[in-house]
């Protein structure tokens, strides 16, 4: 039966909330994950677009929330640690071992897929690295934190708000909060690029996924971006890679006319790779 159902993934800690999107013949389910504080929606709503793509041309997808985002919440209880791309694999992976897991026990589909945007891109590509993934297509991959002023306004403002905030009062008193993050986000003394590397013993063992990436043409990155992974295909052995560039197009692929384009582009991609 081809159905749209709404999945609650939850363990008593934790609830991952997202739409299946079910085609009665489909063996592939692509899993399409947010950009970090993103949601199942996507920006502008493409994730939700591209799903039906997907589905009208016979293929299952599951758009997620990863907690503690959109519908979905935790209650603390992972304690990820480390830089904030190393908090962000460990979120990545410990969610997406909880929903592939939770598909394989209650649905009948042989191989799994990744999507994700912007940010979602990098922990999607390590943990594709490190399991049986089919394919993986990456919108707008980025790999790095731009530059930051010398006091950073935006987080400043953010943590002035929050100031007011009960939750944040509570935290105080029970010494919950994490003094050297909220430094470390606010003052910098100088402007920095962070590169990302993927580290893991078992790499090789799984890196026969098929990969897409999709920029867009005006991301103002968008050649430092397309540089940096072709570098990580050709450092990871990616046999099978290909990437488009959305002419006219931003980051974030704006405008009803891109995402059309965008779905276009990966429909036709997986096309060719089905034949």
């Not at 993103?38 to 799903?51: D, V």
């Not at 191989?111 to 912007?118: P, W």
């Not at 594709?128 to 002023?149: F, M, Q, T, W, Y």
């Amino acid at each position: 039966m081809n159905e749209f159902i709404p999945q609650i993934i939850t363990n008593g800690n934790y609830n991952i909330y997202g739409i299946l999107r079910k085609r009665k013949l489909s063996k592939e389910i692509f899993i399409i994950l947010p950009a970090n504080t993103g949601t199942r929606i996507g920006p502008q709503r493409i994730f939700t677009e591209i799903a039906m793509a997907l589905f009208k041309n016979n293929i299952s997808s599951f758009c997620v929330d990863l907690p503690p985002h959109g519908d979905s919440y935790d209650n603390e209880i992972t304690n990820f640690k480390g830089s904030f791309f190393e908090i962000l694999d460990q979120k990545y992976s410990f969610y997406l071992n909880a929903i592939i897991e939770y598909l394989q026990e209650n649905y009948d589909f042989e191989k799994f897929s990744l999507m994700s945007i912007s940010y979602g891109c990098i922990p999607s590509f390590s943990y594709a690295l490190k399991h049986e993934i089919n394919r993986l297509v990456l919108l707008s991959p980025d790999n790095l934190i731009g530059g930051l002023e010398s006091i950073n306004k935006k987080n400043l403002k953010s943590y002035y708000l929050k100031i007011f905030n009960r939750a944040t009062w509570l935290k105080l008193i029970k010494f919950k909060l994490n003094y050297k993050i909220i430094f470390r986000n606010i003052y910098s003394s100088k402007n920095k690029r962070v590169r990302y590397g993927i580290k893991g013993k078992d790499i090789r063992r799984y890196n026969n996924f098929t990969m897409l990436n999709i920029f867009g043409e005006k991301d103002k990155n968008q050649k430092y971006f397309i540089d940096h992974w072709d570098k990580q295909i050709e450092k990871y052995g990616i046999k099978k890679y290909n990437y488009q560039i959305i002419k006219n197009s931003d980051h974030s692929f704006f405008g009803w006319q891109f995402k059309r384009d965008v779905e276009r582009k990966i429909v036709a991609w997986l096309g060719i790779e089905n034949k």
